[in-house]
């Protein structure tokens, strides 16, 4: 079992940036794929962006492809989301997940066994 905690949400202006982080617990991180998905008020959760195991294979959502950016470091048991051009519709609470049964990242939420709690990222327009 892996425990899973999202940082670095906040309140940003319209093209601004933020980077998320989310750590991971346990010494297995880096046979879990991660993704990370977020859901905004009245809204379904939706997939954003996903990395394979060795960081090697990634997927975004065409809604952030080209300005969001995920990764990861196995040694520090760490996924990222380095989120530029920010724009209101981005708001949401952002969370990440883990699968550990795929290689590489899937865009379903279904397939993540772990979950964090959440982080709020709020786009001012």
């Known amino acids: 079992q892996v425990q899973l905690v999202e940082s670095g949400g906040g309140l940003v202006q319209t093209g601004g940036s933020l980077r998320l982080s989310c750590a991971a617990s346990?010494?297995?991180?880096?046979?879990?794929?991660m993704g990370w998905f977020r859901q905004a008020p009245g809204k379904e959760r939706e997939f954003v962006a996903g990395?394979?195991?060795?960081?090697?294979?990634?997927v975004y959502a065409d809604s952030v492809r080209g300005r969001f950016t995920i990764s990861r470091n196995n040694a520090k048991n760490t996924v990222y989301l380095q989120m530029n051009s920010l724009k209101p519709e981005d708001t949401a609470v952002y969370y990440c997940a883990a699968d550990r049964h795929t290689i590489l990242p899937v865009t379903t939420s279904r397939a993540y066994d772990y979950w964090g709690q959440g982080t709020q990222v709020t786009v001012s327009s």
């Open positions: 346990g010494r297995t991180f880096s046979t879990y794929a």
């Open positions: 990395i394979g195991r060795s960081g090697g294979s990634t």
